[in-house]
């Protein structure tokens, strides 16, 4: 079954950087598209960004253009997400989840388990 | 852009039908067939229920329903069972980007 297998749970400074990783299980990785989507406690779900397995290429919300970077391995079938110059703001769930079928459709299929990123001084 | 507007809750009795509206704007929800809806249990991942405005995934009730009319997307959820409780999270393309709605807190009396 298609398993989404995430890292876990970071604490950072202000001004540091984080990269969660997503490893896949259950498909061909390289066949469908990776999104990351976070939830700041309280709060509802943000889209962030997505990346083509396959060619490598990626999309990124305007919001956080400059700060978030998503790579992928596909030796190890594993989709990174790095956000850098973290914020108070930027405490939350982050979640990799896998596209609906082979397109960039952002129907968000499979979900991983989620990784708690939490940011304090 | 700023993200799709749905009710912070919306409450039933099992067996009733609910629906939960998700308004948005010409440049996404009204733009695009491209709207989904996830059931969120607080401590889990979120779950795909609506995909396409109107289609369910393989395994998900058909008591799930989605529409569209111009740039408001609803959800109906019939015969409510206890295990409905939850928070729906609508989402629609947006040309480049994908927004989701602030969520909808869904309690079953």
């Known amino acids: 079954q298609v398993q989404l297998v995430q890292s876990g749970a970071e604490v950072k400074k202000p001004g540091a950087s984080v990269k969660v990783s997503c490893k896949a299980s259950g498909y061909t990785f390289t066949d469908y598209y990776m999104h990351w989507v976070r939830q700041a406690p309280g709060q509802g779900l943000e889209w962030m960004g997505w990346i083509n397995p396959r060619t490598g290429n990626t999309g990124y919300e305007q919001k956080f253009q400059g700060r978030v970077t998503v790579t992928r391995d596909t030796s190890i079938n594993t989709a990174y997400m790095a956000l850098s110059s973290l914020r108070s703001d930027d405490t939350a769930v982050y979640y990799c989840?896998?596209?609906?079928?082979?397109?960039?459709?952002?129907?968000?299929?499979?979900w991983g388990q989620g990784t708690l990123v939490a940011v304090s001084s | 852009q700023s993200a799709l507007t749905q009710p912070a809750s919306v409450s039933g009795s099992p067996g009733q039908s609910i629906t939960i509206s998700c308004t948005g704007t010409s440049s996404d929800v009204g733009n695009y067939n491209l709207v989904s809806w996830y059931q969120h249990h607080p401590g889990k991942a979120p779950k795909l229920i609506i995909y396409?405005?109107?289609k369910r995934p393989s395994g998900v009730s058909n008591r799930f329903s989605g529409s569209k009319s111009g740039n408001t997307a609803s959800l109906t959820i019939s015969g409510l069972q206890a295990e409905d409780e939850a928070d729906y999270y609508c989402c629609s393309y947006a040309g480049s980007n994908a927004l989701f709605g602030g969520g909808t807190k869904l309690t079953v009396l």
């Open positions: 396409e405005v109107n």
């Open positions: 989840a896998r596209d609906h079928d082979g397109g960039l459709d952002f129907y968000f299929e499979c």
